[in-house]
Every structure is written in C-alpha cells, then in structure tokens.
C-alpha cells in the first residue's frame, strides 16, 4: 500500500464498486493511489483502470507505485471535471465503474511547500496543478472584503467570515500577506477569544474555503458528475466520497434525481411526464468511517460515501 496517501473507506469503496466484475474503470481522483492499487489488485485480466489527477507529482507517484500493473492500469494528468474528453482520447467511450474522492490527499497537505496547512510555515500556494498561475496569494490579497467574506462563509460554513475577512484586508494594507503561519494568525486572532481553543483549529475552515476558490472544487462539480454517470454502461457503478456539505449536496440531490425523476403531482394516478430512473441508490444514507478509522486517520472524519448503479438508459 502506498504511503503517499491512506485511502478512506477502502473496503467500503470495493465492496460498491466490485472492480472484481471486470470491465473498464476509472479513478478520477487518483491522488496517491491508495483505491487505485486495491482495485487493480481485484481486476481480472483484460480489464482496465484510467487514473485522472492534475497533480504532476501524484501523476509521477502513480507511475513508479503502480508500476507492476503496467498492463492494466494508464495515468492521465488533467482534471476529472473533463473526464469524458480525456478518456476518449484514450478511445475510451464507456466505462463500468467509477470513483471520485474530493478529498485533498494526505501528500498535498503534509508536504509544508505546497501550502496547504496551517499548521506549517510555507508561501501561500494551495494550488492542486503546480503549473497553474492562480494561487492563494492571490485569493488573499486581491479579493475585496465582501468577496473574501463570501467564500470564507459560503466554502468553509464560517460564521465568523465577516471578521476574518475584514482583518485579512486591514493586515494587508500594511503588508501583503505571503505565508500560511501568517494567515494563520491573523484567522486565529479574528476568531473570538472564548472560540479559537474549541475542538477545531480556527483557520481550518477559513484554510479549507480558500483552498475550494483556488482550485475550483465546486464550480462545474455539478456538470462533471453529470457528464461521468452519462458514460457509465448500464450497471456500471460510480462511487463518490465528499468532506464538505455543499458537495455531499450536490451529490446526494443529482442521485436522488437520478433515481426518483418523476416531477407529476404526488396524487396523480399516472405518471404522465415520461421521465423514468436512470440509476439505482446504493446507499440509502452516506457510508461514514467506521470508529476505528476515524481514530487512525482523523482526515477520515468529515467524509461521506455515495454510490449508484446505472440502469438501463443512459442519463439526461
């Protein structure tokens, strides 16, 4: 198993997305391969697995971790919100399983360089693809207040947005703010006194929603997941982990349209609008971490497990 990053609910994610069925599947969220490598090893011969990551370095990761399934498995560097055009330039039109982890990998958040945690000293970076010019910098010191209030509220559920962002703006007039810690601490001492040492770390939400705007995690998700389910064969299975309520949202409403698309009025006899089920729920409610794995792995905590099976029509 590689260290790069410790998959969640790994035996959860198998045991929906039976990669043991054989067929074409697809990793859209390939980060350090934790999922990728357990369904490779469930694969039957002739089978196929496309990991997607536009992280250079999981991309490199993936090449030299996954080396022995040289025959069964392709990295692809690019976004999975293109997933669709980037398999068919593979000649791929169809796949039979897929899985997204929305997650930021354990690899991003403890290499200190790449600025995602606030807990170590680094430029402010967050950027998922190195090779992108947007950075948080420039989230942190050229949004207006009102915009930086938004995200800080909207992405990281901060009630608190309006100070955080208004101290962020003031600290900048005097000098531009450039490292982690330094955000870190002008999030801390924004916070309330009597709310900065209850459970979470202060910046984390601030930290997380800073993170969603630079790389773009929420725009387009909608579209993306759509345009994943519309390749899926009919019983082709799509598993999808979220850490965040606005993205758990939007996957458990696009499932819950898939499955149940009838808009007639509740007392009607008949259903009269022809829209018919696409795909079938298998998780009633989101699967969580177990306890155990919460306890071993604290970034298991937030997340949530959504699955769905294609029926026999291919989706709106």
């Known amino acids: 198993m590689s260290t790069y990053h410790t998959p969640i609910m790994a035996q959860e994610v198998l045991d929906l997305l039976l990669p043991e069925r054989g067929g074409t599947f697809a990793d859209g969220t390939l980060g350090g391969t934790g999922h990728a490598q357990l369904v490779l090893e469930r694969l039957p011969k ?22 022995a399934y040289a025959d069964s498995f392709v990295a692809i560097r ?6 669709k055009e980037l398999l068919q330039k593979e000649g791929v039109s169809a796949i039979d399983g897929a899985l997204l982890d929305l997650g930021v990998s354990s690899h991003q958040l403890d290499e200190a360089e790449r600025g995602f ?20 910098y420039d989230v942190v010191n050229g949004y207006e207040t009102q915009e930086l209030a938004k995200i800080i509220r909207e992405y990281g559920e901060e009630r608190y947005a309006g100070r955080i962002a208004g101290a962020i703006v003031r600290e900048r007039e005097l000098q531009p703010i450039k490292t982690t810690t330094r955000l870190s601490e002008i999030v801390c001492k924004a916070t309330p006194p009597d709310k900065r040492f209850a459970g979470q770390h202060p ?13 773009g995690e929420l725009a387009g998700l909608e579209n993306a997941i759509r345009e994943i389910q519309s390749i899926l064969r009919p019983g082709g299975r799509f598993c999808i982990i979220t850490f965040h309520s606005l993205e758990d949202r939007i996957v458990k409403q696009l499932f819950k349209e898939w499955e149940s698309p009838c808009v007639c009025p509740p ?6 609008c022809g829209k018919v089920p696409t795909a079938k729920i298998l998780t009633k409610k989101p699967l969580i971490a177990s306890e155990q794995e919460q306890a071993d792995n604290p970034r298991a905590r937030s997340a949530k497990l959504r699955a769905i099976e294609k029926l026999g029509m291919t989706a709106g």
Do not use: W
């Open 203 to 215: 910046a984390r939400r601030t930290f997380q929603a800073i993170r969603i705007e630079v790389n």
């Open 267 to 272: 007392k009607s006899p008949v259903c009269v």
């Open 78 to 83: 690019g976004n999975f919100f293109n997933m």
């Open 46 to 67: 002739g089978s196929k697995l496309y990991g997607i990551d536009r992280d250079g370095d999981a991309i490199q990761n993936a090449q030299e971790t996954l080396r």
């Open 117 to 136: 945690s606030y807990h170590q000293e680094a430029p402010l970076d967050m950027r998922m693809d190195t090779s992108a010019s947007f950075s948080a």
